[in-house]
């Protein structure tokens, strides 16, 4: 049993430590004693109750509501944005700047890391960087083709572009259309030596940033030209998908819909995603919940960006099915 005296000497080192801000190794030489003991000392202070640690949450933080996606969906990580208004245009500005401050913080030193193209969310994360990297990236990997409408200028190279000069990486483009129009055209695009080069360059990627994306194309990518048909949609849609990722759709519990869609798509595949270390799926809005749920459920993502108001749907979505 800890005796009075003892007490008083824990938490006389406390004091040094959390009010006086001393090092462990100055307050072992300052009592004379080794610096395991202080460690020793400051653990039973806490079990003691002599110092409680709290955390104020600063206003528009979502520490519980993270916490609880994160655990249902057994996610490494779960940022939370904070937007005054459930408006697609205001989502799309705070979730690009919820992401930006993310990548910024946990990005390494040589990482590889893979964009996919035509994402306004991804977009807006871009732009919200700044230029003052301390580090480095090794590469910046277009897992997606770019190519499409020459009248489009948010051209899907634009954000590999830019992201490499921030992160003063080797830019590595897809030189390719994101779905090409028969699997004729396809085979021979894949025998590019260009496109094979990228294609081969995605088994080193470490860090995936990806949009996800609803059944209805964004005005982004339907601008881009990288668009299906309406009998193709159809098609997509009896097979009761609910959203894609890189193009590739799939169902309310992630499964892949095997469709001949996927016989014309250049880039990486939801099975190739899944062997990479981070996957961010950045995306927010009404219209995007179902994709957003169905690609937590199939781990095709193991971190999420997103906003209060989807992650409030998200979390009835939880309660409805406890």
Known sequence: MTTSDELRFIARVARMYYFDNMKQPDIAKHLYISQASVSR??????????VQISINEPKGTFLE???????HFNLSEVIIASCEQDEETQI????GQAAAQFFSATMQQDEVIGISSWSESLLNMVNNLNNNFKISAKKIIQIQGGIGSPTV?????ILSS????????EQILLPAQGIVGSTEARTILMADPFVQATLEQFKEITMALVGIGPISPEKLLADSGNILTKAEMNT????????DICLHFYNNKG????TAIDQRIIGITLE???????VIGIAGGKNKIEAILGALSGRLINILITDQFTAMRIIKSIDQQS
């Not at 997509?236 to 959203?243: C, E, L, T």
Request: charged letters at 30%.
């Open 41 to 50: 000392l400051l653990k039973k202070a806490s079990l003691n109750g002599i």
């Open 65 to 71: 509501l993270e916490e609880r996606i994160k655990q």
């Open 92 to 95: 799309f500005s705070r979730i």
């Open 153 to 157: 200028q948010k051209h899907a190279s």
């Open 162 to 169: 830019k992201l490499a000069k921030i992160t003063h990486a």
């Open 236 to 243: 997509i849609a009896q097979k009761k998908a609910v959203g």
């Open 255 to 258: 499964k892949p819909l095997q």
């Open 272 to 278: 190739q995603l899944k062997t990479i270390p981070r």
